[in-house]
């Protein structure tokens, strides 16, 4: 294990305490789940995130509209594509930013296949832990993209 002269100096030597949580979180390694959306969890997440647009919560307007019938919320997509990562990860990391483009829309009825896949881990001192990189995309049952995600998350062995 490489010591640092400076503690505040970046290192590339990862604790080994901290290389043998998750040692799987290598670049390559993936990951996910599916899960079938219901119209009721449409509405609820629109309702419980203030999101009042009626392409949620009102078939008769969603109808009419592009979309041909009620669609789920960013609310709820982000929610399905978040969940394998906290799941998977069980308190021991913390998302730190990312971004993710809606591509196709997810109707009730849809089962959205949620997955990720690591790209890079680096020791990062100062923020006491390890920085993993991640893609992810969901698609419905019929292969369709609905989301695409690049996100970042710190692992540490206690928070």
């Known amino acids: 294990m490489a010591i640092a002269n400076d503690e505040n100096k970046d290192t590339e030597i990862e604790p080994p305490a901290l290389a043998a949580m998750f ?3 290598q ?3 993936e990951w996910g789940l599916g899960r079938t959306v219901t119209d009721a969890e449409i ?6 995130t203030g ?3 009626p392409f949620h919560l009102d078939e008769e307007f969603a109808r009419a509209s592009v979309f041909k ?7 709820l997509v982000l929610g ?3 969940g394998p990562m906290a799941t998977f990860f069980q308190g021991k990391a913390v998302g730190l930013d990312g971004d993710y483009r809606i591509h196709n829309a997810l109707r009730a009825g849809d ?3 949620v997955r990720w896949r690591a790209l890079n881990r680096k020791y990062v001192p100062k923020l006491r832990g390890t920085v993993v ?3 992810g995309t969901g698609s419905n049952q019929n292969g369709i993209t609905v989301i695409t995600m690049h996100h970042s998350g710190l692992m540490r062995e206690k928070f």
Request: charge should be negative; proline fraction near 3%.
């Open 133 to 135: 990189e991640f893609e």
């Open 111 to 113: 089962t959205l296949t």
């Open 51 to 53: 999101d009042n647009n």
């Open 23 to 25: 040692p799987e979180m």
């Open 69 to 75: 019938g009620r669609i789920a919320s960013a609310s």
């Open 80 to 82: 399905l594509m978040f």
């Open 43 to 48: 509405a609820l997440v629109a309702t419980l």
């Open 27 to 29: 670049a390559g390694f």
